[in-house]
């Protein structure tokens, strides 16, 4: 698939906490330069806060 992805922006952040780590889910909108819809993209992670704060898991 060619695109051309150009990112819009992030709504509907939400976070909670997971034990010791935080699971985020929010979706990124981009728009797309060749047929100039918005694609929505959501996302899932879970971040564990070491050193500095990292994903461990995603989908």
């Known amino acids: 698939?060619?695109?051309?992805l150009k990112f819009a922006e992030l709504t509907t952040p939400a976070c909670r906490r997971k034990g010791k780590a935080i699971q985020a889910m929010f979706v990124v909108?981009?728009?797309?330069?060749?047929t100039k819809t918005t694609q929505n993209f959501?996302?899932?992670m879970e971040l564990q806060k070491g050193e500095n704060w990292k994903i461990v898991d995603a989908n």
């Open 1 to 4: 698939m060619n695109t051309s």
């Open 42 to 44: 959501q996302y899932n």
């Open 29 to 34: 909108k981009y728009l797309d330069g060749i």
